[in-house]
């Protein structure tokens, strides 16, 4: 009777507490209110749509060059213009990628050269050579750091 009672109270608790994550973890990255903060369309690079079925508010949340989400409001005209370019950009770089797969399949393999026709010995260089001055192990970077030679 005891055992069943404490095995009862058990399931009951580990319900609970996954019950309680579960639902904190999906409300943790949804807007509460729309951004007041306007930028430039051409700053903006992805976008996400939330919806108020697991949110609050129905939401457009928008990735900027620097990293920032800003949330807007689906219904506003400068979201829907945001949520286009962005669209527009994804499709032009899929076309880039698959016009440079095509370019790279009719090209026929370059033909090898022989070991003695590609390097002479006149032509070949000692890479210590071209950093040996006095200065080389004393120039620094913007930040007053060594640049590395």
């Known amino acids: 009777m005891q055992f069943g009672l404490v095995l009862a109270a058990l399931l009951c608790l580990t319900t609970w507490v996954t019950f309680a994550n ?3 973890g999906s409300t943790r990255n949804c807007c509460l209110g729309y951004s007041k903060t306007t930028v430039p369309i051409k700053r903006i690079v992805n976008y996400t749509i ?5 949110c609050p508010i129905k939401a457009v949340l928008l990735r900027t060059v620097r990293g920032n989400t800003l949330c807007w409001d689906p219904d506003k005209r400068l979201t829907k213009r945001a949520m ?3 669209d527009k950009d994804r499709k032009a770089l899929l076309e880039m990628r698959q016009n440079e797969e095509g370019s790279t ?8 050269m022989t070991p003695a026709a590609s390097m002479t010995p006149a032509a070949s260089m000692t890479p210590a050579a071209s950093m040996t001055s006095k200065n080389a192990s004393k120039r620094r970077g913007r930040k007053g ?5």
């Not at 750091?145 to 030679?149: L, V």
């Open 22 to 24: 579960a639902t904190q």
């Open 84 to 86: 286009e370019k962005v």
């Open 50 to 54: 939330q919806l108020d079925e697991v």
């Open 105 to 112: 399949n009719d090209m026929t393999p370059a033909a090898s």
């Open 145 to 149: 750091q060594r640049k590395c030679a």
